[in-house]
């Protein structure tokens, strides 16, 4: 069943999930009454089970890909930092970009929104 619902794409080698997504684009199949994430489900049909306290990080960093060679089972904590390495706009994520003390935030994006800001204020001041 789930061998039907991707497509190999010829570039990145990635099988794009053709079947229903999350917002945040991971694949779900269902099995009876159950919801199961396509990615793990093939992975475990193709390389066995995922180890225990481990989650599979997607290599190519493609959310819609369930190909097995394309994920490496991680603990949680390395694949929640593999996540943070650009900001919702595509700029790198290093020490020097980084502001705040409690949320990373994108230096660059930061003084974008602060530069807007202050002629937003300036024209209706």
């Not at 990145?12 to 199949?29: H, P, S």
């Not at 949320?103 to 937003?120: N, Q």
């Amino acid at each position: 069943m789930i061998e039907t619902l991707f497509i190999p794409e010829p570039n990145t080698g990635c099988f794009l999930w053709l079947g229903y997504t999350n917002a945040a684009g991971y694949g779900y199949v269902r099995r009876g009454q159950r919801r199961l994430a396509a990615h793990r489900v093939y992975y475990e049909q193709i390389k066995g089970p995922i180890p225990a306290g481990m989650q599979l990080d997607h290599l190519c960093n493609n959310t819609h890909c369930v190909n097995p060679d394309h994920l490496q089972p991680v603990l949680p904590i390395d694949n929640h930092d593999q996540r943070r390495k650009f900001c919702k706009r595509g700029h790198i994520l290093t020490p020097d970009n980084i502001t705040g003390k409690r949320y990373k935030r994108c230096r660059i994006c930061s003084r974008a929104i602060a530069l807007a800001s202050y002629h937003r204020r300036k024209i209706y001041a």
